[in-house]
């Protein structure tokens, strides 16, 4: 530990991490570069609980490096710029999403997409090119080059809006990439959680009809009511699932959990798409004769670029696409874990960092 780059740094900075497999978060001290050149620091006021957070903190992927401090769904407020930062000032209001750099260079990032750079660097659990390890937004403090820092839309809240910066992105990308835009079109929304219930905003934005396709009998009411889907399927009911065989253009699946992907194809029309944004922890069974039998694709998205992921928020920001959270104390963070483990989150948790995130640390120690 000594010899780490990361305790080099001059800004001290804490936060909460998961020391091992439990996913148990306790607070942590560690420092952060200087803003120095392009680097804008912020003071984080509100970050989003993703699931991929809590698939982090269990390790249920496999590549954990502990400790670990998650969150990449960061709003906040800009303390200090670099040198030469151009986009931001101090004052400014900034997001921090699941990139916080990439090789800047390859085609990939030379086409806006960041996110398939294969030398991306993920806003906690990898490495700068120093090596120190990123650490995300359950911290008072993030640095970042301003490339990876989304400049805030006037008048659109910091703390609901956090969420759009993984939740958003998610699943707004592939809508567009995969042209279920398109205004009449019919598509399913898989999973009625932090992505799903995003996912069903954007869909109506664009003019879709959309269908919540559910295995929780007690979110319909909210989903038409309150989300504004125009129906919803029971996903365990086998004759509605049999009566919407065929009927749908497209269909986002982001449940997070290992689970059978034949239901889903079935509703499709033919030609028609499955994106599964849901990240298991283990491979799902591929039913290729159902695909071929109406030559229907199934496929996936990872996060979106950084010019994306600006349009992103400001098409949120104009049409009033909001995600629904609660707020919750720092301290509150292993209790919602818990509670996002077993589905029971309306529809995202977000940790007010900037009121919380000191006292507790003061109240519980550190290590
Ligand atoms: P979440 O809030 O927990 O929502 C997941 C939803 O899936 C639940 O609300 C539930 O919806 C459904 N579900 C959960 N377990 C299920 C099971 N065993 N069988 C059937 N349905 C189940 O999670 P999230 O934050 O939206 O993230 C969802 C997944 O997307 C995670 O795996 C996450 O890592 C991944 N992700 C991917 C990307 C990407 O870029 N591809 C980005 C972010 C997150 P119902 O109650 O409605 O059934
Ligand atoms: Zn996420």
């Known amino acids: 530990m000594a010899s780490s780059p990361e305790l080099k740094h001059p800004v001290k900075s804490f936060a909460w991490a998961a020391r091992d497999k439990s996913g148990v978060l306790s607070p942590f001290n560690f ?35 502990y400790p670990i401090v998650p969150g990449h769904e960061i709003a906040g407020v800009v303390t200090e710029v670099g040198r030469k930062v151009q986009k931001f000032k101090i004052g400014d209001k900034v997001g921090v999403g699941c990139l916080v750099g990439s090789c800047r260079n390859c085609n990939k990032c030379a086409t806006d997409l960041e996110n398939y750079c294969p030398a991306q660097i993920l806003t906690y659990g990898f490495h700068y090119t120093d090596g120190t390890p990123t650490y995300g937004g359950y911290s008072d403090i993030m640095v970042v080059d301003e490339h990876f820092a989304i400049r805030w839309p006037e008048n659109f809240p910091l703390d609901a809006g956090c969420p759009l910066l993984c939740a958003g992105i998610s699943t707004y990308s592939p809508l567009k990439y995969f042209e279920l835009n398109k205004p009449g079109i019919h598509i399913g929304v898989v999973g009625l959680g932090g992505l799903g219930h995003v996912a069903v905003k954007f869909a109506k934005a664009f003019g879709a009809k959309v269908t919540v396709i559910s295995t929780s009998a007690g979110k319909k009411q909210e989903a038409i009511e309150k989300l504004g889907a125009d129906s919803f399927l029971p996903s365990g009911d086998p004759e509605q699932m049999q009566a919407a065989v065929s009927t749908m253009d497209g269909i986002i699946d982001t449940i997070s959990a290992v689970h059978p992907i034949l239901p889903f194809i079935n509703l499709l029309v033919p030609h028609g798409k499955l994106i599964v944004v849901g990240a298991p922890e283990k491979p799902l069974e591929l039913p290729i004769y159902s695909l071929s039998m109406g030559r229907k694709i199934v496929t996936s998205s990872s996060i979106g670029g950084l010019k994306e992921t600006q349009q992103m928020i400001d098409f949120a920001a104009k049409h009033n696409i909001l995600p629904e959270v609660e707020v919750i104390p720092i301290d509150y963070v292993n209790t919602a874990m818990e509670r996002l483990a077993k589905g029971d989150v309306k529809y ?20």
């Not at 200087?34 to 993703?50: E, N, P, R, S, T």
């Not at 995202?348 to 290590?367: L, Q």
């Open 348 to 367: 995202r948790f977000v940790i007010d960092i900037g009121n919380t995130i000191k006292s507790a640390f003061d109240m519980n120690g550190n290590s």
């Open 31 to 65: 420092s952060r570069r200087a803003a120095d050149g392009h680097d804008v620091q912020l003071k984080v006021l509100y970050c989003g609980i993703c699931h991929s957070d809590l698939h982090m903190i269990k390790n249920e992927w496999g590549f954990t490096e």
